[in-house]
Structure formats: C-alpha cells, structure tokens
C-alpha cells in the first residue's frame, strides 16, 4: 500500500475514532430514554388500539412493583444494557488501535475474538438471566404471568463464529505474508 493510501487509511480511523467517543457522549442520552420508556410502559397508550393496550397490562410496571421487584427489574435492565457498553469498549479499542497505525497485531486478533466470544455466550446468558429475573418477579408477585422464554437468538452466535473465524484466517493471513516477506 502507497505511503499516501495508507495516511488516508489512519485519517478515516481517526475520524472513526472521533466518532467512537460521540457515540460514548451520547449513551448517557440513550440510557435515559431508554429508561423512561422502560419506567412506565402504559405511557404510550395514545394511539394504540383496545387490544394493544389490554397487552400493555401483561408488561411488567416498575413504578407499582416492591422494593425488591424494582431491583430486579433494573438490575436485568442494566445487564441488559451492558451488552452495548461491553462491545462498544472493545469496537472502540480496536479502532483506536487502527487510528494509531497498528492495523493487523495481535491485541486486535484478540479484541476480534473477544467480540467473537461476548457473542457467543451472550443469548444464552441472556435468556438464563431473563428466565431468572421473570421467576423472581412472579415470586415477589410484581408481575401476573412467569412466561419462560427458552428462546435463543441465534443470529449474534453466528456472528460471533464468524468473527472467531476470521480472526483465525487473519492471523493465518498476517503469518503468511512474514513468511512472504522474509524469503529473498
């Protein structure tokens, strides 16, 4: 790669990066709202239909659950959340990384499959703590119906496979082209 082409490469994944702690300025903002619409989900009956708003019933309401349900709920809330915090902090060091210069190491090999990984395990950790919190709000009686959900979302498990995957073929990659470069 041209001297040039490559300048142009770390000008874009400074601006990446730029963008990167936007995205870190603005998570507060999306917590919030995220939060006031979890807090009170018959907040937005305007518009709905008789039946939609029969469903509403069925969602749990933290504002009328006890002491120990609106823990619950805001501790599986959070946990929720934290999915985003957690790849958004390795996305964001791995293109740190780039804007600095160091495209293809090894911490960013690694980051990859870290990504990789937290993909993997996360739906079904997910769902375990979802059943969990669900159980223990129907136990403190916060919510009318316990619905365990043994659903799996396959789609981030695939992902995560793949960026293992490539990660290998990187690396691999990276090996061959020092091999490539050292023979005469």
Known sequence: ?????????????????????LAWAGFPVMIWLAYVSASDPAS????????QV????????????????????WALFSFQLS?????????????HRFSRGRIFVSESLASLQW????????PFLMTVVSNLAAFGLKARGDIQVFLPSYVVDIGPV???MFLIALRYVLEHGIALKSENDLTI
């Open 83 to 95: 999915i985003y915090v957690v790849l958004l902090t390795i996305l964001h060091r791995i293109i």
């Open 158 to 160: 695939a992902v995560g």
């Open 115 to 122: 990504i990789g990984v937290v993909l993997i395990i996360w």
């Open 54 to 73: 029969k469903c509403l019933e069925i969602l749990p309401q933290p504002t009328h659950m006890s002491p120990l349900g609106k823990v619950i709920y």
């Open 44 to 51: 937005s009956v305007v518009g709905m239909t008789p039946e």
């Open 1 to 21: 790669m041209a001297p040039a082409d490559r300048s142009k490469h770390i000008a874009w994944f400074r601006t990446l990066d730029r963008v990167f702690w």
